[in-house]
């Protein structure tokens, strides 16, 4: 079949406002090659056009679409577009959701394992037919175009065939495949996944859901980290596994290593980031090559015994290497649990990271919140194509639902942090809630620790406070009891991006109140971002406001995203920070349709 036009792929009666501009772009964007941001605000809909864009240009021209998205729990949105559409024009498009070996594995007992310990008796398994699941397959074809999870595990249980090897062969027939980022970034994942797959990206159209994590999530898929528990089992397995001329003077090191570790517990106590001069390891970390030797010999030995894990050795081995392979990365203590974690991370990535998006056909980077484009390029390392970049740029089309006022005399610097502080803030939020109408009042804090310390004076009641293990369906369960209620989270956290509480269709969050601007405390890495975006714009003071207040910005539009969910929402934000005056924030919020206004007190 060919000649898709958008308007036959929209499922709906009629386009929302702006989407249609939106699925224009995208197609524009795939014809010429192109890389497209588009930044349009969460609620608006982009999933659609953005889907509808790309499958006019991949149906006609039998290009594949991999839609990313940063988690598994961010799959529903395009599975529920592309039914859609499928039902539209009859179940044409061929999709489906892609989860790991383990998430499919039929084997129940496995599920518990470690990710990477199940990897290593999965190859065993199969290396040695040893599973009853897998085995060559014939073709199958399904007349379900929305090969779901469940499908998938239905079909793989009937047949008695590994369900992710059933993906295999069918892969080559898909026009979507819906997935995480690591399947794509994480080069060691990708180079599975491409050869399990036949993916070739030279043909394929990426679409990047909630773009504006990608930095952050490619840097910790490159983060490697040291722990002194680690230290203290290695030693265990050399004694216990390996017997080496080399085995005391290994041992020695890892003692060395392992007292190191202690003095950093002592020094970290009072803080969360502590910077490493390079120069300090060199003489406390072991050999790489003989970490390596002696690794090997352990995991040799495991699976003799039918033991299928990651030695604790080779944990450490893969530290060092990337020590010294990568002499740019940063190196920081930071506490965990009240102990010191060694981590290394780049600043910036290599090539080989971003390379799926170089080698794409075209690739469409989508988000509610996308930091301007000049930062954004450098974030993520794309100078090299930036004249492939176009940008889409688009007011909240629900912008004049929202009224913000941001309050002077008040901030929420890290040098003005005190008592006096923390009250004067939770005597807002208390003349806030009374001056609110039913419904919920969301208060949005820059961290768990600031929230606790104003929490202290809060005399509103009810109120829920949002806990590190606190599950969004319970938080939105217990918000539903009360007529009117206070809501603590906390900047960037699960509630501020996930949270819709809504009755008869309507946002019940009619308030939210900024606790004091969210801007990231500064610690190793953003300081070197800085040096960096610093000597690639030429301009300090315009890198620091992208490094610094642009995450901020962020973390606003995430918390007003939560109470205007449709035409029918209204919400007043207030601003309880005087540094949202600057210009460099108000010019960003004016980009997405707010006009903010100041004021000197609650009014």
């Known amino acids: 079949m060919c000649g898709y036009e958008l308007s036959y792929l929209l499922p709906y009666k009629k386009w929302r406002e702006g989407q249609l501009d939106i699925a224009k772009a995208v197609y524009e964007s795939i014809i010429n090659k192109k890389i497209l941001l588009i930044s349009f605000p969460t609620g608006a809909g982009k999933t659609l056009p953005v889907l509808v864009g790309a499958l006019k240009f991949s ?60 990897l290593r008796y999965c190859i065993y398994l199969r290396k040695n037919y040893r599973c009853d699941f897998y085995k060559k397959l014939n073709f199958f074809s399904f007349s379900d175009a929305d090969l779901v999870y469940k499908d998938i595990l239905y079909i793989a249980r009937e047949n008695k065939i590994c369900p992710y090897e059933l993906i295999k062969n069918i892969s080559s027939d898909l026009n979507v495949i819906i997935l995480t980022y690591n399947y794509i970034f994480d080069p060691q994942i990708r180079e599975i996944f491409t050869r399990d797959f036949s993916v070739d990206f030279k043909k394929s159209i990426f679409i990047i859901d909630e773009a504006h994590n990608l930095p952050d999530v490619l840097r910790n898929i490159l983060t490697l980290e040291l722990k002194r528990e680690w230290v203290y089992n290695a030693i265990r397995e050399i004694k216990k596994f390996y017997m080496g001329r080399d085995k005391i003077s290994i041992i020695n090191s890892l003692k060395g290593l392992y007292n190191y570790f202690r003095s950093l517990d002592k020094y970290i106590v009072n803080k969360n980031y502590v910077a490493i001069e390079r120069e300090s390891l060199y003489d406390i970390l072991p050999s790489s090559q003989s970490l390596k030797k002696t690794s090997i010999i352990i995991e040799t030995k495991y699976e003799q015994l039918a033991i299928f894990k990651t030695s604790y050795v080779k944990k450490i081995y893969d530290f060092v290497d990337n ?43 989508m988000s509610g919140t996308l930091p301007p484009k000049e930062y954004y390029i450098a974030l993520v390392n794309l100078d090299s194509i930036k004249d492939r970049i176009w940008e889409l740029r688009m007011p909240s089309p629900l912008s004049s639902n929202v009224v913000i006022k941001i309050i002077k005399g008040i901030t929420s610097r890290y040098v003005e942090r005190s008592e006096i502080l923390y009250r004067k803030i939770a005597n807002y939020i208390d003349l806030i809630y009374k001056k609110s109408t039913d419904g919920v009042i969301l208060s949005v804090f820059p961290s768990y620790n600031f929230m606790k310390n104003v929490r202290l004076y809060t005399k509103t009641s009810p109120i829920i406070i949002e806990r590190e293990k606190s599950k969004l369906i319970d938080v939105i369960s217990e918000a539903k009891k009360y007529r009117k209620i206070l809501l603590y989270v906390v900047a960037g956290g699960k509630m501020v991006e996930g949270i819709e509480i809504k009755s008869d269709g309507k946002s019940i969050i009619n308030t939210v109140i900024i606790a004091g601007l969210p801007v990231p405390e500064p610690n190793i890495l953003l300081k070197n971002i800085l040096e960096i975006v610093s000597l690639k714009l030429r301009d300090r003071d315009l890198a620091w406001k992208h490094v610094f207040f642009s995450p901020a910005i962020v973390k606003i539009l995430q918390a007003i995203g939560r109470s205007i969910r449709s035409k029918r929402d209204k919400a007043l934000v207030y601003i309880l920070d005087e540094r949202a005056k600057d210009r460099y924030i108000l010019e960003r919020l004016n980009e997405y349709g707010y006009r903010p206004e100041i004021v000197d007190d609650i009014n």
């Open 59 to 118: 149906l006609n021209e039998k290009y594949k679409i991999l839609y990313l998205a940063r988690t598994k729990n961010q799959f529903q949105a395009p599975r529920r577009e592309l039914n859609a559409i499928n039902k539209k024009i009859g179940g044409y498009i061929k999709y489906l959701t892609l989860y790991n070996r383990q998430d499919f594995c039929l084997i129940n007992n496995l599920k518990k394992l470690p990710y990477e310990d199940f």
């Open 323 to 365: 020590f010294y392979r990568l002499p740019q990365n940063i190196l920081y203590i930071e506490r965990t649990h009240g102990y010191a974690v060694i981590k290394s991370s780049p600043i910036f990535f290599g090539m080989n990271v971003v390379k799926p998006i170089l080698d794409s056909y075209s690739t469409i980077m």
